[in-house]
């Protein structure tokens, strides 16, 4: 399999060749044809994991229907757009030297229970032309199995070799260990998961990791903040996407303010009719309501994703305390913070280190195409490469073309031509 995978990098056009164009149109134009196909091997899964007694916000992510189509679609289409913006870079020096991307190589992706995941994974390296593994959870083996079928078409359609996109029907641990060895065919391993699974992958394997996940992340609110803003923006930075990785999980109260903001948090709530679980130091500090569930923080839930429409609110001293807190208990993805007070907010930024710090908005402003920078397919905690939104630009490296006409380097220190 990997030398198919190695010959079809070797075979794909040029970063910029049309074919890529068409197989945007081919992928769209085929998920249209097969989308009811595609929604019955969902249901499939689906049916599985209730059968397995698995949550319904899980079961939720695996979930196939038409917002999914919707924007499956209109990724393609924003990707479609992206590859037709003029790459070239500016000749610099004397020797005009010039930049040129170049694809990364083989791109080992693993990832969980997101069939949709697989669209973007057998999209985005693709037409940038990258050869990509595909291994997705067990969860989504029925639709994975279409999907492979609906990708391996548009790749035909398209005129691209047929092993730019394999997907993996096999969820033997084993065999992903002996993948994450091989160094001489896999040049890049993006899993997007869970920190156990980065940390699999990483221990497992000398292939770089552009590490994707782990979204352990807080909101300090300060006494100086809006109380109504951060109600709502703790809101919007959980509920719509309560499993994503740059959810909210734990809200750092000041604490002269714990009360006013668990209170306002809960009208908010109550307001949006919007039912969700808060976990706070004493359960009685305030009265829940019909939407709002109050449950008692434990030792535990320190440094934890809840996975579901849980949010805990912990009240801190001050600054120093939320940032210590976060330092020791955050992944490095998104942290946020309210303040009205400049200089709170100007000292949150300096000593948070994360992919993103998000000052007075939604903790899920962190998005490629929300912060204007296109298509992404993971948002990367890693320092190497890219930290943050992977976008297009993230899925390839770079080759530099030298215009020498002629020119030698001559004797060492010599930077004259000959």
Same mark, same amino acid.
């Given at each position: 399999?990997?030398?198919?995978?190695?010959?079809?990098?070797?075979?794909?056009?040029?970063?910029?060749?049309?074919?890529?164009?068409?197989?945007?149109?081919?992928l769209?134009?085929a998920?249209?044809? #097969?989308?009811?196909?595609?929604?019955?091997?969902?249901?499939?899964?689906?049916?599985?994991?209730?059968?397995?007694?698995?949550?319904?916000?899980?079961?939720?992510?695996?979930?196939?229907?038409?917002? $999914?189509?919707?924007?499956?679609?209109?990724? /393609? &289409?924003?990707?479609?757009?992206?590859?037709?913006?003029? $790459?070239?870079?500016?000749?610099?020096?004397?020797?005009?030297a010039?930049?040129i991307?170049?694809?990364?190589?083989?791109?080992?992706? /693993?990832?969980?229970?997101?069939?949709?995941?697989?669209v973007?994974?057998?999209?985005l390296?693709v037409?940038? !032309?990258?050869?990509?593994?595909?291994?997705?959870?067990?969860?989504? @083996?029925?639709?994975?199995?279409?999907?492979?079928?609906?990708?391996?078409?548009?790749?035909?359609?398209?005129?691209?070799?047929?092993?730019?996109?394999?997907?993996? &029907?096999?969820?033997?641990?084993?065999?992903l260990?002996?993948?994450?060895?091989?160094?001489?065919?896999?040049?890049?391993?993006?899993?997007?998961?869970?920190?156990?699974? +980065?940390?699999?992958c990483?221990? !497992? @394997?000398?292939?770089?990791? /552009?590490a994707? !996940?782990?979204?352990?992340n807080?909101?300090?609110?300060?006494?100086?903040?809006?109380?109504?803003l951060?109600?709502?923006?703790?809101? &919007?930075s959980?509920?719509?996407?309560?499993?994503?990785?740059?959810?909210?999980? =734990?809200?750092?109260?000041?604490?002269r303010?714990?009360?006013?903001?668990?209170?306002?948090? +809960?009208?908010?709530?109550?307001?949006?009719?919007?039912?969700? =679980?808060?976990k706070?130091?004493v359960?009685?500090?305030?009265?829940?309501t019909?939407?709002?569930?109050?449950?008692?923080?434990?030792?535990?839930?320190?440094?934890?994703e809840?996975?579901?429409?849980?949010?805990?609110?912990?009240?801190?001293?001050g600054?120093?305390?939320?940032?210590?807190?976060?330092?020791?208990?955050?992944s490095?993805?998104? #942290?946020?913070?309210?303040? =009205?007070?400049r200089?709170?907010?100007?000292?949150f930024c300096?000593?948070?280190?994360?992919?993103? /710090?998000?000052?007075?908005?939604?903790?899920?402003?962190?998005?490629?195409?929300?912060?204007?920078?296109?298509?992404? +397919?993971?948002?990367?905690?890693?320092?190497l490469?890219v930290?943050?939104?992977?976008?297009? &630009?993230?899925? =390839?490296?770079s080759?530099?073309?030298?215009?020498?006409?002629?020119?030698?380097?001559?004797?060492?220190?010599?930077?004259?031509?000959?």
């Amino acid at each position: 399999m990997l030398e198919q995978v190695r010959a079809a990098l070797r075979a794909a056009p040029p970063i910029g060749s049309a074919a890529y164009l068409r197989y945007c149109d081919e992928l769209a134009a085929a998920l249209r044809r #097969e989308w009811k196909t595609v929604r019955e091997a969902n249901e499939a899964d689906l049916h599985a994991m209730r059968a397995q007694g698995q949550s319904d916000v899980l079961v939720e992510r695996v979930r196939l229907a038409d917002p $999914q189509f919707d924007a499956v679609l209109a990724l /393609i &289409d924003s990707v479609r757009q992206a590859l037709l913006e003029p $790459q070239e870079g500016e000749e610099v020096g004397p020797l005009r030297a010039r930049r040129i991307r170049k694809p990364l190589g083989v791109v080992f992706m /693993i990832y969980e229970a997101r069939p949709t995941v697989t669209v973007e994974g057998a999209l985005l390296p693709v037409v940038l !032309g990258n050869a990509v593994i595909l291994r997705g959870g067990k969860e989504i @083996s029925a639709s994975n199995r279409v999907l492979a079928s609906v990708v391996a078409g548009a790749l035909r359609a398209a005129g691209l070799p047929g092993s730019m996109v394999t997907i993996l &029907d096999d969820n033997d641990r084993s065999r992903l260990r002996a993948l994450l060895k091989r160094p001489d065919a896999i040049d890049v391993v993006l899993p997007r998961g869970g920190p156990s699974l +980065i940390d699999f992958c990483r221990r !497992g @394997s000398t292939i770089p990791v /552009i590490a994707s !996940g782990g979204g352990v992340n807080h909101l300090y609110v300060h006494a100086s903040a809006d109380i109504g803003l951060a109600a709502r923006i703790v809101l &919007d930075s959980k509920l719509p996407e309560p499993t994503a990785c740059n959810t909210l999980e =734990t809200v750092l109260c000041d604490d002269r303010v714990l009360s006013t903001v668990v209170e306002s948090v +809960i009208a908010e709530a109550t307001t949006q009719r919007q039912s969700c =679980t808060l976990k706070l130091p004493v359960a009685n500090l305030v009265p829940g309501t019909e939407f709002v569930t109050l449950t008692t923080l434990a030792e535990h839930d320190r440094g934890r994703e809840f996975l579901d429409r849980t949010i805990a609110i912990r009240p801190v001293a001050g600054l120093d305390e939320a940032v210590d807190f976060v330092r020791a208990n955050g992944s490095g993805h998104t #942290e946020g913070v309210v303040a =009205t007070d400049r200089e709170v907010v100007e000292q949150f930024c300096s000593h948070v280190d994360a992919a993103a /710090i998000v000052c007075n908005g939604s903790l899920r402003l962190h998005d490629g195409p929300t912060m204007g920078l296109g298509p992404e +397919i993971s948002i990367s905690t890693g320092r190497l490469h890219v930290r943050g939104p992977v976008a297009l &630009d993230a899925l =390839t490296t770079s080759a530099w073309v030298i215009k020498a006409d002629g020119a030698l380097r001559g004797k060492p220190g010599h930077q004259g031509r000959n």
